[in-house]
């Protein structure tokens, strides 16, 4: 059984930083890619960052270039976002996903989701 676990989100002010886990089980950890994506309300879910499983290539949106960083702790079968700089627009619930194929920076070539952690940015 996949399952994708989210956690370390929470309530911070502008400036601050926050990193964010995603614990994976029920599949082949490294031979997969990994990415964040982020929904805030009343707005469609949108990318955010993405590690390829295969040589750690990245991709990041252009909101968060600089600011945010993903990576991957094979041994531990989790992925990372390392977030910084933070501001009042990168409120939203934060979900990782496995990717099935295609671009990355679409969420339907995602499968499997997990349910998201919570981030607030006061400012």
């Known amino acids: 059984q996949v399952q994708l676990v989210e956690s370390g989100g929470g309530l911070v002010q502008a400036g601050d930083s926050l990193r964010l886990s995603c614990a994976a089980s029920g599949f082949t950890f490294s031979s997969y890619t990994l990415g964040w994506f982020r929904q805030a309300p009343g707005k469609e879910r949108e990318f955010v960052a993405t590690l390829i499983w295969n040589g750690g290539r990245t991709y990041y949106a252009d909101s968060v270039k600089g600011r945010f960083t993903i990576s991957r702790d094979s041994a531990k079968k989790t992925v990372y976002l390392q977030m910084s700089s933070l501001k009042p627009e990168d409120t939203a619930v934060y979900y990782c996903?496995?990717?099935?194929?295609?671009?990355?920076?679409?969420?339907?070539?995602?499968?499997?989701w997990g349910q998201g952690t919570q981030v607030t940015v006061s400012s």
């Open positions: 996903a496995s990717h099935l194929g295609g671009t990355y920076m679409e969420p339907k070539n995602y499968g499997y």
